[in-house]
């Protein structure tokens, strides 16, 4: 598996990024996949999760509301995030489980791409 995340990028408070993760071997397609986070000085921490059909979500509290998480059917998922507020300025990861069905536990998280950044200025 080989996850590449794009999309980063420096907006202003309120406004909107869609980040895109893609597995250019086509392999995750059976897997969930999630969406991270690391803002600087500060631990990952979990934003979103889709499970392999794209049926069932799960979020973060933080993001609840503004962020949408979803997967195409072929070998991309989504990360719409509207309302940026400057707490969400970090480096986006994405991530393919080694699960079908959504989880926030890094732990079950095998592949990740290498990240992007995203800065939400005041």
């Known amino acids: 598996v080989q996850l590449q995340a794009s999309g980063g990028g420096l907006v202003q408070t309120g406004n909107s990024l869609r980040l895109s993760c893609t597995d250019s071997?086509?392999?995750?397609?059976?897997?969930?996949v999630g969406w991270f986070r690391q803002a600087l000085g500060k631990e990952r921490e979990f934003v979103a999760s889709i499970n392999w059909r794209g049926g069932s979500t799960l979020y973060a509290d933080s993001v609840k509301g503004r962020f949408t998480i979803s997967r195409d059917n072929k070998n991309t998922v989504y990360l719409q995030m509207n309302s940026l507020k400057p707490e969400d300025t970090a480096i986006y990861y994405c991530?393919?489980?080694?699960?079908?069905?959504?989880?926030?536990?890094?732990?079950?998280?095998?592949?990740w791409g290498q990240g992007t950044q995203v800065t939400v200025s005041s």
């Open positions: 991530a393919s489980a080694l699960r079908s069905s959504e989880t926030s536990n890094v732990r079950e998280y095998r592949y």
């Open positions: 071997r086509r392999t995750f397609s059976n897997n969930a």
